[in-house]
Protein backbone atom coordinates (compact mmCIF):
# COMPACT_ATOMS: atom_id res chain seq x y z
CA UNK A 1 0.00 0.00 0.00
CA UNK A 2 1.45 3.42 -0.94
CA UNK A 3 1.39 5.91 2.02
CA UNK A 4 1.72 9.60 1.29
CA UNK A 5 4.85 11.25 3.21
CA UNK A 6 6.66 14.77 3.56
CA UNK A 7 10.16 14.86 3.74
CA UNK A 8 11.53 18.42 5.25
CA UNK A 9 15.13 19.12 3.42
CA UNK A 10 17.70 21.36 4.57
CA UNK A 11 21.04 22.52 3.77
CA UNK A 12 23.40 25.34 4.94
CA UNK A 13 26.46 24.11 4.06
CA UNK A 14 28.33 23.24 0.38
CA UNK A 15 26.93 23.67 -2.90
CA UNK A 16 23.06 23.91 -0.70
CA UNK A 17 21.26 23.84 -4.04
CA UNK A 18 23.02 20.89 -5.68
CA UNK A 19 22.98 19.42 -2.53
CA UNK A 20 18.88 19.11 -2.06
CA UNK A 21 18.61 18.52 -5.99
CA UNK A 22 20.63 15.07 -5.45
CA UNK A 23 18.88 14.28 -2.40
CA UNK A 24 15.45 14.61 -4.39
CA UNK A 25 17.07 12.40 -7.40
CA UNK A 26 17.26 9.82 -4.56
CA UNK A 27 13.99 10.40 -2.58
CA UNK A 28 12.78 9.79 -6.39
CA UNK A 29 13.85 5.82 -5.83
CA UNK A 30 11.42 5.45 -3.16
CA UNK A 31 8.39 6.42 -5.18
CA UNK A 32 7.04 9.21 -6.87
CA UNK A 33 8.01 12.65 -5.51
CA UNK A 34 6.67 16.37 -5.87
CA UNK A 35 8.89 19.18 -4.70
CA UNK A 36 8.09 22.53 -3.32
CA UNK A 37 9.65 25.59 -3.94
CA UNK A 38 13.06 26.17 -2.81
CA UNK A 39 13.17 28.73 0.10
CA UNK A 40 16.29 30.19 1.65
CA UNK A 41 15.58 30.59 5.86
CA UNK A 42 17.85 32.22 8.70
CA UNK A 43 19.40 29.56 11.24
CA UNK A 44 17.01 28.26 13.60
CA UNK A 45 19.67 27.63 16.01
CA UNK A 46 22.98 29.30 16.24
CA UNK A 47 23.27 32.18 14.62
CA UNK A 48 27.10 32.05 13.51
CA UNK A 49 26.12 29.76 10.58
CA UNK A 50 24.59 30.50 6.87
CA UNK A 51 21.26 30.71 5.95
CA UNK A 52 19.23 27.70 4.81
CA UNK A 53 18.02 26.52 1.89
CA UNK A 54 14.65 24.52 2.88
CA UNK A 55 12.20 22.44 0.44
CA UNK A 56 9.68 19.44 1.29
CA UNK A 57 9.23 17.32 -0.94
CA UNK A 58 5.77 15.17 -0.52
CA UNK A 59 6.74 11.35 -1.49
CA UNK A 60 4.19 8.51 -2.33
CA UNK A 61 5.86 5.05 -0.97
CA UNK A 62 5.40 1.53 0.38
CA UNK A 63 8.43 2.11 2.73
CA UNK A 64 6.92 1.60 6.56
CA UNK A 65 8.11 4.68 8.50
CA UNK A 66 11.17 3.12 10.35
CA UNK A 67 12.85 1.69 6.95
CA UNK A 68 12.14 5.27 5.12
CA UNK A 69 13.64 6.83 8.19
CA UNK A 70 16.73 4.14 7.54
CA UNK A 71 16.61 5.48 3.84
CA UNK A 72 16.29 9.29 4.69
CA UNK A 73 19.28 8.85 7.30
CA UNK A 74 21.59 6.61 4.43
CA UNK A 75 21.19 9.53 2.22
CA UNK A 76 22.25 12.01 5.14
CA UNK A 77 25.34 10.15 5.11
CA UNK A 78 25.88 9.92 1.72
CA UNK A 79 26.39 13.30 1.27
CA UNK A 80 28.74 13.91 3.92
CA UNK A 81 26.18 14.77 7.19
CA UNK A 82 28.42 15.52 10.17
CA UNK A 83 26.35 16.71 13.67
CA UNK A 84 28.93 19.47 14.70
CA UNK A 85 26.53 20.89 17.05
CA UNK A 86 22.55 21.22 18.02
CA UNK A 87 20.63 22.88 15.45
CA UNK A 88 24.25 23.74 13.46
CA UNK A 89 25.31 23.64 10.15
CA UNK A 90 24.43 20.74 7.76
CA UNK A 91 25.31 19.85 4.34
CA UNK A 92 22.20 17.97 4.53
CA UNK A 93 19.55 17.45 6.57
CA UNK A 94 16.25 14.80 5.79
CA UNK A 95 12.69 15.03 8.33
CA UNK A 96 9.94 12.80 7.85
CA UNK A 97 7.51 15.14 9.05
CA UNK A 98 4.18 13.51 8.23
CA UNK A 99 3.44 10.06 7.21
CA UNK A 100 0.10 9.53 6.04
CA UNK A 101 -2.49 10.06 8.58
CA UNK A 102 -0.35 8.09 11.37
CA UNK A 103 0.69 9.30 14.91
CA UNK A 104 3.86 7.41 15.55
CA UNK A 105 6.19 8.22 18.59
CA UNK A 106 9.65 6.00 19.28
CA UNK A 107 12.48 6.08 20.18
CA UNK A 108 13.97 6.57 16.79
CA UNK A 109 10.77 8.43 15.57
CA UNK A 110 8.20 11.41 16.44
CA UNK A 111 5.84 11.67 13.32
CA UNK A 112 4.43 14.27 12.64
CA UNK A 113 7.81 15.83 13.22
CA UNK A 114 8.22 17.13 16.58
CA UNK A 115 8.11 21.57 15.96
CA UNK A 116 6.17 21.03 13.01
CA UNK A 117 3.71 23.64 13.34
CA UNK A 118 6.12 25.85 15.04
CA UNK A 119 8.37 26.08 11.96
CA UNK A 120 7.65 28.58 8.76
CA UNK A 121 10.48 26.89 6.97
CA UNK A 122 8.51 23.46 6.91
CA UNK A 123 4.77 24.87 6.85
CA UNK A 124 5.12 27.51 3.80
CA UNK A 125 6.66 24.42 1.41
CA UNK A 126 3.85 21.89 2.58
CA UNK A 127 1.30 24.41 1.72
CA UNK A 128 3.05 24.66 -1.67
CA UNK A 129 2.12 21.22 -2.60
CA UNK A 130 -1.03 21.01 -0.46
CA UNK A 131 -2.59 23.93 0.32
CA UNK A 132 -5.43 22.28 2.04
CA UNK A 133 -3.28 20.44 4.44
CA UNK A 134 -4.01 20.07 7.68
CA UNK A 135 -1.88 18.58 11.19
CA UNK A 136 -4.31 17.54 14.49
CA UNK A 137 -7.34 19.07 12.63
CA UNK A 138 -5.61 22.26 12.48
CA UNK A 139 -5.81 23.83 8.63
CA UNK A 140 -2.11 24.68 8.09
CA UNK A 141 -2.94 27.43 6.56
CA UNK A 142 -4.59 29.25 8.89
CA UNK A 143 -1.42 29.24 11.33
CA UNK A 144 -0.38 32.60 12.35
CA UNK A 145 3.55 31.70 11.67
CA UNK A 146 2.01 32.01 7.75
CA UNK A 147 1.86 35.42 8.34
CA UNK A 148 4.74 35.82 9.54
CA UNK A 149 7.03 34.16 7.38
CA UNK A 150 10.88 35.25 7.13
CA UNK A 151 11.11 32.99 4.40
CA UNK A 152 13.01 34.18 0.77
CA UNK A 153 11.94 31.85 -2.43
CA UNK A 154 14.92 30.95 -4.46
CA UNK A 155 13.27 29.09 -7.04
CA UNK A 156 9.69 27.45 -8.10
CA UNK A 157 9.12 24.24 -8.42
CA UNK A 158 11.58 23.38 -11.39
CA UNK A 159 14.56 23.75 -9.23
CA UNK A 160 14.93 20.06 -8.72
CA UNK A 161 15.34 17.46 -11.61
CA UNK A 162 14.32 14.35 -10.44
Given at each position: ????????????????????????????????V?????????????????????A????????????????????????????????????????????????I?????????????Q????????????????????????????????????????????
Amino acid sequence: MTIRTYIGLGSNLGDSQQILSEAVAKLATLGAVQVSRLYQSPPMGPQDQPNYLNAVVQLDTTLAPLALLDQLQQFEQESGRVRLRRWGERTLDLDLLIYGQEQIQNERLTVPHIGLLQRDFVIIPLLDLDAHLQLNGHSLKDLELVQQANLTVIADQSWATA
